[in-house]
């Protein structure tokens, strides 16, 4: 045997970028499914909690518009150490925080704890594992297609709720709000493990072919989050997100329980809304192809369309509690919350795209946290003053239109 030849090493195989990009994208569309799933949750929670302690509907609503505005402020604080510090650690902060929150939600007394909890706490983790970050990594994997990919990412959000408001109703009909908190803080703080063993180096770098051929645009660029601020498309995008959430959010959280109202049975009212997940799906994948065919204005303005439908769907079903409007309203609103998100997503990244985009467009998200929150709370505030769901109706109704007006008069949506 020569001992001088050269010894053979053991071949590793490449690993596929294309097969790199549907993990991560498989990745944020389940922490997504975690994250939304476990906020919407609340819609279920409202009526048990509220009968517990007695508590009115604006008391229990504002632990929901703390959450979303929790989660809007966090936005440009998550850009900016997922720029610094990167994937892995925006993510296990996130379900540590949702694990925490859940479990000390699980033994709360008073209305201050759970405002702390399921609040602040709940709002700050599903931020730190929803749309801010997985924007930005599905950016570096995808680039151009970007919009497809959040459209299946935004998705998530019906999943989410499609999955865990039914189990929440079943859990809460056989253990007590109680002890289903507890569960939801048990199952978090476990999922942490296995992310916290993923490839995160091969994650974070995004695909070669994109970093090569996006390195001289995010060289040239030089946007800071100041200089951002000082152009219009920026004020039109935070506007956009500010008051379709007002109008989205306002009904969302009343959902379940509006549903009771008018006569359905409390499953029954939670599976029905929970089917908007289903449903959300195509709205979001629908919307993203129409971006391709007939262009992104006309695909936004025919999304807004289809949510005012479906808000005067609701408006009707306290009058004729049937079927037939109530599959309508889950169809027309529910396909469309949240259907606006990718586009929005990607027209800011390539507006602002350069280093620091993951600050900037969390800055931009701010509107979204800002709206949800007041929307959520505004409308609890609405139903406690007038005990009727039709100021509410309308105050969504016109939140929506104000949404849809920057894509009517702002040159740099209007391309």
Known sequence: MDKTAPREEPSTKPVKPARVALNVLALCFALSVLGRGLGESFTVFLKPISESFGWDRAQVVSVYSLAALAGGLASPLIGRLFDRSGPRAVYSLGLLLLGG???VAAHAQH??????????CVGFGIAFIGNVPNSILLGRWFGPRLPTAMAIVYSATGAGVLILLPASQVLIDHLGWRDAYQIFGATALFLLVPLLLLPWRLFSTGSPHLARSAAADFADEGWTLLSAMRHHAFWALFSTFFFTAIGMYAISPQVVAYLIDTGFPPLQAATAWGFSGVVLLFGML???WLDGIIGRRPSVLFSYAISIVGIVMLWLLQWYP????????????????GSRGPLLTATAMKIFRGERVGTIYGAISIGSGLGSAFGSWGGGLIHDWTHSYNPLI????????????PFLVVPALRR
């Open 111 to 120: 209305l201050w704890q759970f405002q702390l909890s399921i609040g602040i």
């Open 394 to 405: 309308a105050f969504s109704l016109v939140s929506v239109l104000l949404g849809m007006i």
């Open 322 to 337: 049937n079927f037939w409007l109530l599959t309508g309203f889950v169809v027309c609103f529910g396909s469309m919350i």
């Open 286 to 288: 629908g919307v993203s």
């Open 101 to 103: 929150a859940f479990l």
